[in-house]
């Protein structure tokens, strides 16, 4: 008989964080509740704020959470490439971390729009700031490319939000959509995943 291992504090914790990015990429830092996670992670309401604190600290810890994978992302690419390869390369690990990790970038998509929240705002224009500089300082890229890495990530977002991916097969407008924002990269978006129904 199959033994059922008990997850520690650690683990729940990561499990409620994957269960947060999923609902709020699905519902907006707004509108989802800490029940709603709750649910997702199959845990208590009262457990998803025993571990984060409030609803106020778990967007917080999403927030920099997503914005540490990209920049972690873009660290990896930049390690692996040489400087006139990167831009591809970086669009190329930015659509990975949607395949890795569903939700994360629509997530980060809320916020940057979140300009005047109290909470996210700041938290959102520090983590925009900090990739970009890791893509200039790290990266060697002139301001000009780093914008325009920045420039097609946030058209990815868009595109993802939209879940154009679904239409690729069907109507090539779409496809040829895609083909411009990352060339060489579109299976990238064709097999990324739509958010849930």
Known sequence: ???RT???SDERRVAVRAAAIRVFAEKGFVAATTGDIARDAGVSQPYVIHLFGSKDALVADIVGY???RVVDAFVAAIDAHAPDELPAHIGAAYLGLFQEEEGLLL???HAFTAGADPTIGPLAREGFVRVY???VDQGRLSPE???QVLAAGMLSNVILGLQLPREYDDNQMVRDLLAAVYP???ELFKNATAPRE
Do not use: F, Y
């Open 184 to 186: 060489g990269n579109v």
């Open 145 to 147: 490319q780093a914008g």
């Open 6 to 8: 008990r997850l520690n």
């Open 66 to 68: 997503a914005i540490q």
């Open 107 to 109: 997530c980060l998509a």
């Open 1 to 3: 008989m199959e033994q």
């Open 133 to 135: 500089r890791t893509l």
